[in-house]
């Protein structure tokens, strides 16, 4: 945000600089993390359908599975979200013919329990991603969670370590990291709680689950989201308390164009600077966190986990839900699907570069957000689509953004110093155009520019100055550079037509002072990388 | 309560009046409910015992069933009451030979579970009421109460609703009302809660119950009495944090005759003004209601459920139960006696006319009490009684008052301008000695005037104009009209002699203007059933 | 503590008078309890070890028993402590080869579950102790403590109690005395609390429990040392709430020479005088409890049990946790052992004084502290050293002062008038280098003094006037009188060498006044038994 009077660069023009950037931090990997919650079709019919004609042994969808993997997700965050409020653990593991078929509250569905901890163990080893679990803090506690960790992570030799031997899976799954429940601030959340509540019930729960093992990550509920009622109370209060045990506060945000019935261009540009409010939101956590280790005269930093992000079309969902809702009209007819289509958001390219501009900004703040999964992987609010009966799996178009940083950001993360012009936003004032990160290997002297257009109007050159990097040592040169960007910001990959929107390839001019030359349309989102 | 001068009308006469009279509200079907608790002989010997002549294939005894029609009941809430903050609902279903034996603490008795809510279910069909049912909220929470819903409305398909199933009731039991607990801020119950622990509980509870069954109808635990010493504060607090989950705050109150060893006549005449006491506390909790609708910016109103209500001689009780707790010189001294006669309070003709003045508050009340239950029903503190064995049922005083209005209350409740004589009361100063209130059929032109005489001396005259009453065109006729009184109010029914104390017509004389006419005798209650 | 000027007594003698001394109480049988927690090896390995040569038929250590017996131990804590606090009752009943193998997060250990309370009964049974349980308050509450109570005090006929006499126990265990949780006060503690959280648990708990056994004795958790930052908040808070349902508050204090290492005199004589700390941590307590008595208007007296205290290393504890813990490094290296050796200290001469000052606080403080456990009874910080692989059992030095207070300690308690040189301390300014307590049984005419010299470097002459005690009429005879004490006060005892620090006679001369006198070296303990 900028209210400076007019400067040199032209107002249609933009500088990125790497002289003066601020080196961040060494990128995560855990920030590459996905979710994938017991929600619609996003386990059954999603990552599990035993029918599929791609389906193996354990029913994985190997379409899925490939797309998974082109993806690059590191880290997978499982079985919910609000899901786990209500979840006993046991009821998916052991044999799947003796597994409860259960009510899940949460969204109003049947559960079959044919997936579980155990066949999630081994989609991850196919997926090659780690697991973070969340132990049920709703209709459950401290006991559950204790006997969840023993049967995930325990030694054989005692009751539950060898219920899990017992289930097929020798080893220890070696989990590390684990949220001391979902959502905890919400009031749709089942057990829902207060901050004095929460703040005693994670401390207990942390402290006895460090007891076991101490090389745990402990996730705390944050707030579900910057506009929540208790939303910095909550964070001091539940870090104050559970300071010495805990590892990560977590932290969630959806952003969606509220003028997507009437295509409002205001809506549209407020959504596109969706990023100012995720800045804002890490840096209050930040604070709070910070408040917390003082409090506590501590040594350590509070992380944050942003463990659920992306665009969601929210508003679509309630008007779903207040339908249905209406359409009951008696205690028995609301019904309890199994694995409905819920919240299956098809997304545009203006989504895209929204999800591509939140990626930017976690990247800028990865010196404290060191974990982050996106939401959610398959189906539901996903880049990744699978078709029932039979069909194919495709992309979305906030695919593209998300595996780009997956597979190329490595190294550590550099802040360049940004000069752009400005839109005028509802919610944000007057905000940057143009938003970039840059990352940096120096082991292999290979970078990667991210940067995005958030202007709904006005394309904008755009000049990045990548002298500075340490060790560089050599020319820059532009191995790969691609745009994402239609001039329909509406439009959006279907089934029939996955590819209507894809990256495109960018023109960079090269200078041989290390500078880069590029134009990017309204509203887009670009990668190049170089090595240099 | 009045301190006006004497008016024209003589000391000894009153006057009911429909002019200007307020249309209360219509009669809810609820308000004519029941409570039956494991405790004593209610359930075992009461409304079950297998062993009887009368009983049926499933052990329930005709000859009560049949009182039970002819009382007049339309809903009963079950198990408890403090019975049910240390009760299993597990332990109550499936094959009777396989139920456990537990220690009820509340009690102290030992409960053999062959009645359970299965069997509660099948009486309530033959018995033609309506099942309100209680979760424990002492020893467990929200899990348990979330499970017992599945089983017991939820459609086959899940473990839970399947085990239903599999016990013999194939379709859902649609129990629609749920009291979240029972009087959980009284020092005596198993896992009693301060207002501040109740309200976030209770929150919790109903609202993941509404997730499961958005069309629900709650109940929140109000105070015990008008006399806790958390009373109000315990409504406000409880509502105000669970006002957008919860339908009905409970209310609970009992009445006796504190000088019942001495025949103190002010105890007498202060006991015949009960209602005063009720009508403080209806006033009361609908304010606390209303005030946390405001804080929430709420549409609805809080209902309440006077879910427990009638004569008890808790004075009685508490001698027997300190004389037996003295009795214990050891750990294992106590007894655990299974279905023993406790609280089996005979009734006498004054405690009936206060049970008909209590109804009459109800009645007057039922814009906000949408939901009654006398407690209880069947031989622990109840209208009727069930001998042991093999021996018959039989009807006390109270029986008749109730069942009067629970078959012929109907239609719309006018609230009658009352101008009465006073009497001078301990508790509440000077009070109406006469109090009345009138229903109205417009459907069926059918009406019914109940009225009580509170004086303990004196007789009085009362004129009752019911011109006004909406939609009549015709000439006022009684159909039928009697009093319940004798000259002796501690006179009362025992097995022997079930009919010594029953209503007697009542001379009425009709005017044509449509007033009515008659004389009521000190302690005395009456009804006058009409068309017009 | 005396600041007064120098009077007629030596600088090196001290007198102590039974003139004008205060009859403190009769001493109760509980005072001399001991505490055996699922720690280490003290049951296993201690009490239970099968495979040992002095094993029984129900795998009790003969010899461990025998010694038990003669320390004199009454009454036995059990099972924990910490342990508790993560401890399924259930585990350690039935059948020991169906028990489940647990792990155990209070001191991270395998808890292989083959002793429990069944077989604590019948060890009990066998050493003559009255059983103390305590129950788990940190995974588990209400309903956990209520199901055992009901298993270990039930009668037959009740599922639960059925399954005891199933168990081989038919009879019910009368355990009159139960702990509600252990140092739940304690951020060590598995699903420790505030004490706002603790006060509402424990009066759900004891209240519930009294509603089923009006008899028992129930000990709410106080603070785990004076020195807890919650210490007096905790017991104002708890008794306050709980006042009327419990009828103890527990007190816990370990005292160990910080200068261990170093055998720094300075913390040596501090710790010498460590019954300073424990005087008033006991007069604290009794101010919260008369102050939580007086708020609740009340007619009964909170007493003290003060359930854990002892000499403990603890900085060697730490300091092995410590390191213990920087050997992990990965998620799965921390060990799980079986009965490892832990805590097992190893008692000096000094520690021995130290236990002997300790014990005659608690008799001059037993109108308030009416039972107390010195913590633990074999292996771990115990009198009693078991060996492994067959090895002998043996007495540490601590042993010699609890079995003489256990066996000779009768009657009344009562406290002399004292004055003593003085010695001064890092932490409690200057005290009495002398202190002492008699007991006096009038119907046997028998007595014991029980005194200490804790003056670091100088010996001192006492002078005991007897004269005074009630129904005294012989002349004040010496039967048996004995010392403690070793020019080094470092000195232990060892398994191969057990009777290094063992008690000598100690040379009394008696006047027919019935004044005794003798001369305490520096650091010594002293019992002198008498007829009068």
């Given amino acids: 945000m900028s209210n400076e009077a007019p400067n040199a660069t032209s107002p249609s023009a933009a500088t990125v600089s790497l002289a003066n950037a601020r080196r961040v931090a060494d990128v995560p990997a855990r920030l590459f993390g996905s979710f994938v919650e017991h929600l619609g079709r996003c386990v059954y019919g999603g990552i599990y359908e035993p029918d599929h004609p791609t389906a193996d042994a354990d029913g994985f969808r190997q379409d899925v599975l490939d797309l998974v993997k082109e993806l690059g997700v590191t880290c997978v965050r499982y079985p919910g979200g609000n899901f786990v409020s209500n979840y006993n653990w046991e009821d998916g593991t052991g044999p799947r013919d003796q597994r409860p078929v259960r009510r899940d509250l949460a969204w109003h569905t049947t559960e079959t329990n044919q997936m579980g901890i155990d066949d999630f163990y081994r989609w991850s080893q196919k997926s090659g991603t780690e697991i973070m679990l969340a132990v049920n803090m709703g209709t459950r506690g401290l006991k559950a969670a204790l006997d969840e960790l023993e049967y995930v992570n325990g030694t054989a030799g005692t009751e539950l370590a060898d219920r899990r031997v017992k289930n097929g899976i020798e080893e220890p799954m070696d989990v590390k990291m684990w949220c001391i429940g979902n959502e905890m601030d919400g009031h749709w959340q089942v057990g829902h709680m207060s901050p004095d509540e929460y703040a005693a019930a994670v401390d207990r729960v942390a402290h006895a689950m460090k007891l076991a093992e101490p090389a745990l990550e402990l996730v705390a509920c944050g707030s579900s989201s910057a506009h929540m009622p208790t939303f910095g109370e909550w964070e001091r209060k539940v870090l104050t308390k559970a300071y010495h045990d805990v590892d990560f506060v977590s932290a969630h945000a959806y952003y969606h164009d509220h003028g997507y019935r009437t295509h409002d261009t205001i809506e549209m540009q407020d959504f596109l600077a969706s990023a100012e409010d995720m800045n804002y939101f890490i840096n209050t956590v930040a604070d709070e966190a910070d408040a917390a280790k003082a409090i506590n005269h501590g040594s350590k930093d ?231």
């Fill in 302 to 532: 509070i992380a944050i986990s942003f463990d659920e992000w992306g665009v969601w079309y929210q508003g679509r969902w309630n008007e779903q839900e207040t339908a249905w809702a209406k359409s009951k009209n008696g205690l028995h007819h609301g019904a309890w699907p199994t694995a409905p289509h819920q919240l299956e958001d098809i997304y545009s390219a203006a989504d895209a570069v929204v999800e591509g501009s939140l990626m930017i900004t976690l990247l800028k703040h990865c010196d404290r957000v060191r974990s982050a999964s996106r939401a959610q992987l398959v189906n539901v609010i996903a880049p990744i689509m699978a078709e029932p009966n039979g069909g194919a799996a495709w992309k979305q178009t906030i695919f593209y953004p998300f595996a780009e940083a997956a597979h190329y950001a490595h190294g550590d993360v550099f802040a360049p110093v940004v000069e752009s012009p400005t839109v005028t936003t509802k919610s944000y004032g007057d905000v940057a155009a143009i938003d970039a990160v840059v990352t940096w290997d120096a082991a292999t002297r290979s970078g990667l520019l991210l940067a995005v257009n958030r202007d709904l109007d006005a394309a904008h050159d755009v000049t990045v100055s990548l002298a500075g990097l340490p060790g560089a040592d050599g020319a820059i040169a532009v191995t790969h550079a691609q745009v994402l960007h239609d001039d329909d910001p509406y439009r959006t990959n279907t089934a029939d037509e996955p590819n209507a929107v894809t990256p495109a390839d960018l023109a960079v001019s090269t200078a041989a002072d290390g500078t880069l030359t590029f134009t990017l349309p309204a509203v887009a989102w670009t990668a190049v990388r170089f090595t240099a």
